[in-house]
């Protein structure tokens, strides 16, 4: 039998039209969300409106609105004009929201209005999911992510950047007016060349001025950073390139791969954050001992004898031989390692924790102590 798999045509008539609880099946993890959310209580997490007025135009509901930003956040749709457009074609939403669709003004306000009770909502998901076991072993990774802010590279200044931009732009002013001198002193020039490059002159006078008082402020900032859209943001390095974000620092469950714990700062470097997001991680899953994974940025000597504080007993981990590089270390388990009699630095009661390196291509690897 030769043709194809025909399709239903689009003015067929039906007597029954279909429901929407048909179109999402009895797994699917649209419901997942729904009856979370519809768990909580909102009111008590902060969110705004979450008791309806009595005057004025009805608002839409709050879980509707957060229901829709975890959708979005489930399935990388972060733009709230693609959440609009997602909300009246897309069936699952359809379903997730009865029929509504807020338009992207609502859904930006809900989420900058929302963030704190959003983090809370965060929390609840975590204790939901440690009361569902979800959390066996108390093993999690630790890795920090770039996440590029509304600030872009030119509206962000450090020394070196501002020393650079106040010298071009003495430079063009020098320009500019070795280009009226010498007209001067040859042929007559028109007015309204001479007319365009005073404005010019004075466009660039205004512009070093914005820049000094910008200065003032760069000389006060702790960090020698200074962000003009975003002031929170920071200019660091993110696979080779540079851009001007966050560092979104995240604690998984090894077993299920579920956010234990999370934070956001402003700090390029991950040499800071180990004992911090390992006590935040622990804290959550409240077990006696913690198993920690992270890669070698986060390898600093006082971060790790901050970790025993929060996970002893001492551990055995790869570390790095530079800072950047290929990896020059084997993945290794982390366990009690018992150093050498001889060591330097160890097993003489000088350090509990010992660093274990070991050698690219070899199995047994190799015995670098202290």
Not at 171 to 177: D, K, P, Q
Not at 242 to 269: F, K, W
Not at 345 to 351: E, F, K, S, T
Request: overall charge neutral; hydrophobic content about 40%.
């Amino acid at each position: 039998m030769a043709g194809y798999v025909e399709g239903v045509d689009r003015g067929q008539a039906t007597l029954f039209p279909d429901r929407l609880e048909d179109f999402v099946d009895e797994y699917n993890p649209v419901r997942v969300v729904d009856a979370f959310v519809d768990a909580l209580d909102l009111r008590d997490l902060g969110f705004g409106r979450a008791v309806p007025t009595t005057m004025g135009r009805p608002g839409y509901h709050p879980a509707v609105l957060l229901k829709l930003y975890i959708y979005g956040y489930l399935n990388r749709i972060g733009s709230s004009r693609r959440l609009e457009r997602e909300a009246s074609r897309n069936v699952e939403l359809m379903w997730l929201t009865g029929r509504l669709a807020p338009d992207h003004k609502t859904i930006a306000d809900f989420r900058r209005d929302n963030g704190r009770a959003i983090r809370k909502v965060c929390g609840q998901f975590v204790l939901l999911a440690r009361k569902l076991g979800l959390f066996g072993e108390a093993v999690v990774a630790i890795d920090g992510s770039k996440f590029k802010a509304v600030n872009n590279r030119d509206k962000n200044f450090t020394a070196a950047k501002m020393a650079r931009r106040l010298a071009e732009i003495e430079a063009a002013i020098g320009r500019y007016m070795a280009e009226m001198d010498g007209a001067d002193g040859t042929e007559p020039v028109g007015e309204a060349r001479i007319e365009h490059l005073q404005e010019k002159l004075a466009a660039l006078h205004a512009h070093m001025a914005e820049l000094k008082v910008i200065d003032e402020r760069l000389r006060s900032a702790p960090d020698g950073q200074v962000s003009l859209t975003d002031p929170d943001a920071r200019s660091m390095n993110s696979r080779g390139s540079g851009i001007v974000g966050y560092n979104v620092q995240a604690a998984v469950d090894a077993e299920h791969h579920l956010v234990i714990a999370h934070d956001v700062v402003a700090t390029g470097s991950d040499r800071a954050q180990l004992s911090a997001m390992s006590k935040a991680a622990k804290d959550v899953i409240g077990s006696g001992n913690l198993e920690v994974v992270a890669d070698r940025g986060y390898y600093s000597g006082p971060e790790v004898l901050a970790c025993e504080t929060v996970a002893p007993p001492p551990t055995k981990t790869a570390r790095p031989s530079t800072s950047t590089g290929p990896t020059a270390v084997r993945p290794v388990r982390s366990e009690p390692v018992a150093p050498p009699a001889t060591s330097a630095g160890c097993g003489a009661g000088n350090m509990s924790m010992c660093w274990k390196r070991w050698k690219r291509g070899s199995p047994e690897g190799l015995s670098s102590w202290g």
